[in-house]
Every structure is written in structure tokens, then in C-alpha cells.
């Protein structure tokens, strides 16, 4: 089975055109001001617009308020939710979304405890940790720390590229693979040769 991929941090349209042609599965769209991947609502929605049928439009907050989720999904096209901060699962699951939750890893991180408190997700994204920054370290943590089994299905993010990405898979075995910094020319920019290189990379690895 092939393991799914999404692209996220795209910030421009003709990036979007060049992962969906490329064939991911999924794309990201950053609604956190401190990134520097961040976009508008009117620069997503031209982005989302773009995504055909079976390309789901995602949408990554940090600690967001209500009311900005809220402003977010009324004004475009939004088929999940991926939360990247400190958001309790009430918090996630109020808006009746599909949603991810982001854990970052530690040694000491019980991803299975944390699927138990998310049972409703329809995923958690592993990615590396370090302190005051919520994902995009373009760092990877220790793969070990990767259970075998999980209740949910498991994304992985974190230092992803081109060179790592068939390690990745053959080592975790994960549904999904999340990358942002290691398919990009400069921050917040994609880099069709590398977004093309990620994809065969993934495509060409069976798990």
C-alpha cells in the first residue's frame, strides 16, 4: 500500500498545481502569523480552489481562537483540520470536523494515550519537538519513538526530504508522510524538482 503524502506550507497557487500534479494526497495551509509559510484567507482560498475531488484541503492552526477557525471555514473550502498547538480534544472537536492532532515527541511522549484522549481524530502527526516552536523545525526526531501499533492512524513529520523519505516509510510503516521545509527552495516557497523528487521516492516505496 502506498503511504499517503501531504504537502503543506504552500503559500502560492502554482506550488499547489505542482504537488497535485505531482500526486499528493493532501495539501497544507498554515493560518499561524509567526510562520513564515503563513497565508491569508483570500491567498488559501485561491489555493484551495485549485484542489480537485480527492485532494483534501487542510487547514493547520496554533492555539487558534474560536472565532478565527470559525471565520476560516465559512470562507472557503476546508476537508480537515490539523491542530499544532496546545488544543485540548474538546477544543478540536467542537467545530464537527475531520481533524489531526500534532504531538510533539519526546522520549517520554505516550502516543497511545494520547490516541485514547483523541479518539476521535482521524490521525496524529508525529513531529519533532522543540521548545516555543509548534512544527517546521525542518528537524527529524528519533524514529524509534514510533510505536509499532497505534489506534489511530499515524502521520509522520519532522525533517522529511527527499533523501529520507523511503527510510521513513520503511522504518515507522505510517499512513501518512507531512512534509513542508524539505520540498521548499526557501521558506514558504516549494521546489518543484524536490516536490517531484519527494513523491517518487514515496511512490516507488511499499510499506
Not at 35 to 44: L, M
Not at 59 to 69: E, I, K, T, Y
Request: contains cysteine; hydrophobic residues 45%.
Amino acid at each position: 500500500m502506498r503511504t499517503r503524502v501531504k504537502i503543506c506550507g504552500l503559500t502560492r497557487v502554482e506550488d499547489a498545481l505542482v504537488a497535485i500534479e505531482a500526486g499528493a494526497d493532501a495539501i497544507g495551509l498554515v493560518f499561524y502569523e509567526p510562520s513564515p509559510r503563513y497565508v491569508d484567507i483570500v491567498t488559501a482560498r485561491a489555493i484551495a480552489e485549485k484542489a480537485p475531488a480527492f485532494v483534501t484541503v487542510t487547514a493547520l492552526f496554533v492555539n487558534p481562537d474560536v472565532a478565527f477557525v470559525e471565520q476560516v471555514l465559512s470562507a472557503m473550502r476546508i476537508d480537515l483540520l490539523q491542530f499544532h498547538g496546545d488544543e485540548s480534544a474538546a477544543f478540536c472537536r467542537q467545530f464537527g470536523r475531520n481533524y489531526i492532532k500534532a504531538v510533539p515527541m519526546k522520549a517520554d511522549t505516550d502516543v497511545q494515550q494520547i490516541a485514547s484522549e483523541f479518539y476521535d481524530c482521524s490521525g496524529l502527526l508525529l513531529d519533532t519537538y522543540k521548545p516555543g516552536v509548534p512544527g517546521g523545525t525542518g528537524e527529524a526526531f528519533n524514529w524509534q519513538l514510533v510505536p509499532q501499533t497505534c489506534a489511530k492512524p499515524i502521520i509522520l513529520a519532522g525533517g522529511l526530504t527527499p533523501q529520507n523519505a523511503a527510510a521513513a516509510i520503511v522504518q515507522t510503516a505510517p499512513w501518512a508522510l507531512d512534509v513542508s521545509g524539505g520540498v521548499e527552495a526557501s521558506k514558504g516557497i516549494k521546489s518543484a524538482d524536490k516536490i517531484s523528487q519527494f513523491m517518487q521516492e514515496v511512490m516507488s516505496t511499499v510499506r
